[in-house]
């Protein structure tokens, strides 16, 4: 089982920033993908972006250049810094984990940060 506690969500004007900060602990495997989507009121849960033990990167089309993923595998924290944020990027924020082998692959979920952008 693994764990996820996020943190850093709140409120902002538009143009500001915000770092959202998650803590994985528990049965991490060596090849993992850790990463943040979002989840706006009446839409689908969506890839924000998510980043790969192995360092790879993927964003979504609409954070790229605003929005910066990283980690620290040593101590398994996954940070989402955000800037130019915009009132459309209001939404629950979950950090998720993947563990994978081969074919296998197990997902963990946070229980969501809020993020609301406004004036």
């Known amino acids: 089982q693994v764990q996820l506690v996020e943190s850093g969500g709140g409120l902002v004007q538009p143009g500001g920033s915000l770092r959202l900060s998650c803590a994985a602990s528990?049965?991490?495997?060596?090849?993992?993908?850790m990463g943040w989507y979002r989840q706006a009121l009446g839409k689908q849960r969506e890839l924000v972006a998510i980043?790969?033990?192995?360092?790879?990167?993927d964003y979504a089309d609409f954070v790229k250049g605003r929005f910066t993923i990283s980690r620290d595998n040593a101590n398994n924290t996954v940070t989402l810094q955000m800037s130019s944020l915009k009132p459309e990027d209001t939404a629950l924020y979950y950090c998720?984990?993947?563990?994978?082998?081969?074919?296998?692959?197990?997902?963990?979920w946070g229980q969501g940060t809020q993020v609301t952008v406004s004036s």
């Open positions: 998720n984990l993947e563990n994978r082998a081969g074919l296998f692959k197990n997902t963990y």
């Open positions: 528990g049965n991490i495997y060596s090849v993992n993908t």
């Open positions: 980043v790969g033990s192995g360092g790879f990167t």
